[in-house]
């Protein structure tokens, strides 16, 4: 029988962490972190970590566990998430994915092998060299050019995510979107309940804004400061996340504070809806309009462990059936 697997997630700022939190208190899980950058210690108010009283007590994983100057991808994300599920399993507990992380949640979810993706120093290099002379949105053209799946899913920024693309389409002569959409067609390991957290999007801008306004009232730029001063910087993966690269470029005096805050609100807004187009190509997936719950997160909470309770119920009496079955054809 399938482990039960809960994933919460939704576009940023939506209300994704409380709500996760509510859950697990409900259902006595623990939390695993689908986000790439609160893995990262030092970086709390960019990456709106969950603080330690937000947790109330609620085991979380996958959260402060590397320093800003180590790398953190999709395939070192599954492997540490598999040890955590593993783990929360033994205790008997109920594992909650939250986070808004979509790629990291399928690779999770449908344990997409990353073994046949073996990285090409000499190909990445070459790669690197034509981002650093010619920018990233030629290299970006080179992929629309190769891959117009992949292109229309990277953003052209995304350096790290561009180069891997190519390399593999110059590696395997497969263009990686199509290998990505072969492993999401393979059938789950666990029995998951996938739900997607959304509501208005002017409600949801109007929510971006605040947090932006937030995280600039308790200190954004001075912890990007002291990233800076223990030697963080912009080619590093930690310091391309939103809120860090916008900073970073105000202190490095490339543009004024309210220009920096004006881009990381814009690029936020921009990265929600990122995050809804890959929620919706996604498959199974359940959707939590707000609105449709009057706006009351006690009404979505109450909505996902009567679903989730239902779900275990049906879940457990097709597997009585299947043992009752198995025992007949034992005694034939």
């Not at 950058?37 to 108010?45: A, G, K, L, N, T």
């Not at 449908?110 to 190909?123: G, L, M, Q, R, T």
């Not at 932006?212 to 912890?223: F, I, N, R, Y």
């Not at 079955?325 to 034939?332: K, M, N, P, Q």
Request: hydrophobic fraction near 35%.
């Amino acid at each position: 029988m399938k482990q039960p697997l809960i994933v919460l997630t939704g576009p940023t700022a939506v209300g994704k962490t409380s709500l996760s939190i509510q859950l697990a208190q409900a259902l006595d899980g623990e939390i695993i972190s689908a986000d790439s950058m609160q893995v990262y210690r030092h970086m709390d108010i960019g990456s709106a970590k969950v603080t330690d009283q937000e947790m109330k007590g609620v085991p979380h994983h996958l959260i402060d566990i590397l320093e800003p100057w180590e790398d953190f991808n999709v395939a070192i994300f599954q492997s540490m998430a598999k040890q955590a599920l593993s783990d929360i399993y033994g205790r008997g507990h109920i594992p909650i994915v939250a986070g808004g992380t979509g790629f990291y949640i399928q690779a999770l979810l449908y344990d997409i092998d990353f073994k046949k993706n073996e990285s090409d120093s000499s190909v990445r290099e070459e790669l690197e060299n034509i981002a650093q002379t010619q920018g990233n949105e030629y290299l970006h053209q080179l992929l629309t050019e190769a891959d117009p799946d992949a292109a229309a899913q990277i953003h052209a920024n995304n350096q790290k995510r561009v180069i891997r693309a190519l390399e593999y389409y110059k590696l395997t002569g497969q263009r990686i979107s199509e290998h990505n959409q072969q492993e999401r067609e393979k059938e789950s390991p666990y029995r998951f309940y996938y739900y997607v957290l959304n509501c208005d999007r002017a409600r949801l801008y109007q929510r971006i804004d605040q947090r932006v306004d937030q995280m600039m009232d308790v200190g954004l730029v001075a912890e990007v400061e002291k990233l800076r001063d223990m030697g963080c910087c912009r080619g590093m993966t930690s310091m391309q996340g939103l809120g860090y690269k916008e900073i970073l470029d105000y202190l490095n005096q490339e543009c004024s504070l309210e220009e920096a805050v004006r881009v990381l609100k814009r690029d936020t807004r921009h990265f929600a809806k990122r995050q809804l187009t890959w929620f919706k190509r996604e498959r199974e997936v359940r959707w939590l309009q707000l609105e449709d719950f009057g706006c009351d997160p006690g009404l979505v909470l109450e909505h996902i462990l009567e679903e989730f309770r239902q779900g275990e119920k049906t879940a457990k009496k097709n597997e009585q059936k299947e043992s009752a079955f198995d025992e007949i054809g034992t005694d034939v």
